[in-house]
């Protein structure tokens, strides 16, 4: 069964410091890996998107890595500021074929909640 | 302005109640989708679409219908709503559906009470 699995579930920082949240997956076959940003009450808001020869890829002040061996991906924040607070999604597109033809799936995580204080 | 519009963001109706949730893109995607999202579940799959008149189940479509007329327009209907559809819903679209290594737009969600 594919899954994806996040940790911590939630996690309060100090502005300014650094964290780093984890993403673990069992889905297959592989295609990408993404993480979202979803302030409360809004839609998720992209931020990377990484496929299976990418082993680091950044934004700002995020930088996710992939393990495709492992199967274990981390997003980094560096410098954290109050607008960071918000739950982060690890999303895993792997291969489906439904009835009307091959379209990827996409397996979401539960999210981890971060909360940045002063 | 790029952007996933659904409407309504919030409503409460009563069981049995039909009603519509509207998605409209501008961005002449391809692929669209709706999922629900509640607590300690993440967001799950409603149905898709990969293009105009083609439309498949996700993960949880018990109690969904959707059509897909236009390409810009993927409207999620709830024929006979009950209690345990009140969720969070969401519109998704992406430019292509094959392969989708193209980033997803979300819309702004729809928060449904059903009582």
């Known amino acids: 069964k594919n899954q994806v699995e996040q940790s911590p579930q939630s996690l309060i920082i100090l502005e300014g410091k650094n964290c780093t949240l984890q993403c673990n997956y069992t889905v297959s076959p592989f295609s990408n890996l993404r993480w979202y940003k979803q302030d409360t009450g809004r839609g998720p808001v992209s931020l990377t998107i990484m496929t299976f020869s990418e082993n680091t890829k950044s934004n700002g002040r995020y930088t996710a890595t992939l393990d495709a061996d492992t199967k274990q991906s981390s997003l980094h924040i560096t410098a954290s500021q109050l607008s960071d607070s918000a739950s982060y999604i690890c999303?895993?597109?792997?291969?489906?074929?439904?009835?009307?033809?091959?379209?990827?799936?996409?397996?979401f995580g539960t999210g981890t909640r971060l909360q940045v204080t002063l | 302005e790029a952007q996933v519009t659904q409407n309504p963001r919030y409503l409460i109706t009563v069981t049995g109640k039909k009603l519509t949730v509207t998605c409209s893109q501008n961005m002449n995607h391809e692929y669209m989708s709706w999922y629900r999202q509640d607590p300690g579940l993440g967001l799950r799959q409603i149905y898709y679409s990969m293009n105009v008149e083609v439309t498949d189940k996700g993960d949880v479509p018990e109690g969904y219908k959707v059509s897909r007329k236009e390409k810009r327009n993927f409207p999620l209907i709830l024929e006979s709503p009950s209690p345990n559809q009140t969720s969070l819903y969401f519109c998704a679209s992406s430019r292509k559906a094959g392969g989708l290594t193209g980033e997803l737009f979300f819309g702004e969600g729809s928060r449904l009470t059903v009582l």
């Open positions: 999303v895993v597109s792997g291969g489906r074929r439904g009835v009307t033809g091959t379209a990827s799936k996409l397996t």
